[in-house]
């Protein structure tokens, strides 16, 4: 069972999408009939198998890296009974290629990573299509990041700033923040031309 997998995941100090964050993308893809979606950062397949299970004509491609989460990832999803329609591929992000267009890009893997990624993916989103990211807030630690005594962590957060500033000034993108939702989502959209 799906709780099964949550269950575990939050056991083995697994990082899984919070329950906020989950509902906000489920309803995203149901409202707008979403079919293609692509996932930076499998985990244990916690939320791909979550989004797969909206809909039948749902396909999920995702990517992960590290070798214990893809085993077990292959495995939850086999058997949710998922596995034609979850492809996980198993390489870093960065190296990752593909022509496909998707209408919903989640993001949710390395933080400091999220500029470069997204312009990685903005060619492999559709016209109409949405790109969410999570973590914005990260577990409220962009509050107090002049405060945080670890120097990578204090670096890490102020890369979540940055990144937050940088899209809002992006003329290229609409973009929506919810940081009262799980641990702040960001979902942005092409602008569309106004002539
Ligand atoms: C927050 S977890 C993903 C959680 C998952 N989306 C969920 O909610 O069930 C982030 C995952 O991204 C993976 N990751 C981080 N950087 C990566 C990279 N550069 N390439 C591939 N995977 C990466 C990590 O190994 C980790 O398993």
Redesign the pocket.
Known sequence: MISDIKEA?LRDD????QDGGLLFLLDLIRKNGYREIL??????????INMALIDEGIRVDT????DR?YEQALINIREQGLSDRITVYH????EFKTDKMYDLI?V???KA?YGKYLEQFIGNLKEDGKMVF?NMIFHGLIYEADQIESRNLRNLVKKILLFRENMQKDERFDIMLFDNIGDGILLLSRRKDET
Do not use: C
């Open positions: 995941a697994v990082p899984i999408i996932e930076l950062g499998t985990a244990v397949a916690y939320s791909a990517i992960e890296k590290n989460m390489m870093p992000i960065e989640f949710d893997a390395a990573q999570d």
